[in-house]
């Protein structure tokens, strides 16, 4: 029987919550880890109507997109909607889960849905986040190289895009003195040793730290194994806002505006005037995305789909740059699917169910 923290587990592995913004609050926000998963309710936001939802067709845990908790409580009093939210869960038994910032800055996550959603092939990271990576430099005994090298792998090193196994290694001669007290590898106490090893690098997601460090340490024949970590200012290209990337054909602006209506099967949206030119490469965020425009116009997109734009942000388009506001609800509900296609993948032993509960607080009239 598979348990809450189980799921838990899965979602984060696929969503690290190090990459989620500091403002945000994705984690387990009720119910206890330990519990038995019964059926698994998944939904973008997590309303009351969701949670009574939840109960009728006999759901134990919810996860969600957007958190219910973003700031701290003072009460419980049912006072609030997110207390009577969280009130009525405790009540029933029902735990919820959210995903949020570190689900949208995934490669494989909500952007990624959008554009499958959308038709946009190829697509990259859009603002590639800094200071995720780090760098260890570590030195092995020739015959061992592969033993060290193969335990880091496993661990999660040397990922870099679409390559795994990454390292760099290159031979020199290592020279130490082991103490009277020391039991050397090689060499005997108190006497001056020069071996031929390996220097090997390494690059690898830095909040994976820990568990880089106990491969090397348990892999390692040395009984002092020297080491360096080096933190990086590179961008990591897995990991960061929006996605850009283009249609399988140039579309005109009226065959586009169709191609967005149908595939987010969406009435109306928002825009500034369409390039003068087919629009080929396109640029999306789900949700409030205002802050990638620059972003998407150094990518040389000729469209970049967001939402929650203001109206002098509309003024950063150009005669060759078209934003478009498709709405906050519409651009990410499909992470429902996202999140429906990890856990039935990962655990077919319980149901999963897609929310039926229309969460959308905007009206159009």
């Known amino acids: 029987m598979t348990k809450i923290?189980?799921?838990?587990?899965?979602?984060e592995r696929y969503a690290p919550p190090a990459y989620q913004e500091s403002y945000d609050n994705a984690l387990l926000q009720v119910g206890d880890p330990n519990t038995t998963v019964t059926r698994v309710l998944v939904t973008l936001d997590c309303t009351l109507e969701v949670v009574e939802e939840a109960i009728e067709r006999g759901c134990n845990l919810i996860v969600a997109h957007h958190p219910v908790i973003f700031k701290p409580l003072k009460s419980l009093t049912g006072k609030t909607p997110v207390e009577r939210i969280l009130l009525k869960a405790l009540q029933n038994e029902v735990a919820i889960f959210a995903c949020h910032t570190n689900l949208d800055?995934?490669?494989?996550?909500?952007?990624?849905?959008?554009?499958?959603k959308l038709e946009i092939k190829n697509p990259k990271v859009l603002a590639p986040k800094t200071q995720l990576l780090t760098k260890?430099?570590?030195?092995?005994?020739?015959e061992d190289t592969e033993k060290v090298l193969a335990a880091l792998h496993q661990a999660g090193a040397g990922q870099i895009g679409d390559y795994s196994d990454c390292s760099f290694r290159i031979t020199g001669t290592g020279r130490f003195t082991p103490s009277a007290q020391a039991n050397p590898h090689i060499g005997e106490p108190c006497k001056t040793e020069e071996t031929i090893?390996?220097?090997?690098?390494?690059?690898?997601?830095?909040?994976?730290?820990?568990?880089?460090?106990?491969a090397l340490l348990q892999a390692h024949p040395y009984e002092e194994v020297a080491h360096y970590l080096v933190a990086l200012q590179n961008e990591d290209q897995e990991v960061g806002?929006?996605?850009?990337?283009?249609?399988?054909?140039a579309l005109s602006p009226e065959t586009f505006v169709k191609h967005v209506k149908e595939k987010l099967q969406i009435e109306t949206f928002r825009h500034t005037?369409?390039?003068?030119?087919?629009?080929?490469r396109v640029a999306v965020c789900g949700g409030a995305g205002s802050f990638l425009t620059r972003h998407a116009k150094a990518a040389n997109a000729d469209v970049f789909i967001t939402a929650d734009l203001k109206y002098h942000e509309f003024f950063e388009a150009t005669e060759q740059f078209t934003l478009v506001d498709v709405g906050h609800y519409e651009s990410e509900v499909y992470t429902k699917?996202?999140?429906?296609?990890?856990?039935?993948?990962?655990?077919p032993n319980f149901a999963v169910d897609l929310s039926n509960t229309p969460t959308n607080p905007v009206r159009h009239s």
């Open 5 to 11: 923290k189980e799921v838990v587990k899965v979602l």
């Open 105 to 116: 800055h995934v490669h494989n996550g909500v952007n990624a849905k959008l554009c499958e």
């Open 136 to 142: 260890l430099e570590t030195y092995v005994p020739l």
């Open 197 to 214: 090893e390996n220097k090997i690098e390494v690059i690898f997601p830095t909040f994976k730290q820990n568990q880089i460090m106990r």
């Open 241 to 249: 806002a929006g996605m850009v990337g283009e249609l399988e054909e």
């Open 273 to 280: 005037a369409w390039p003068q030119k087919p629009i080929k």
């Open 337 to 347: 699917e996202l999140f429906y296609d990890i856990l039935t993948k990962s655990f």
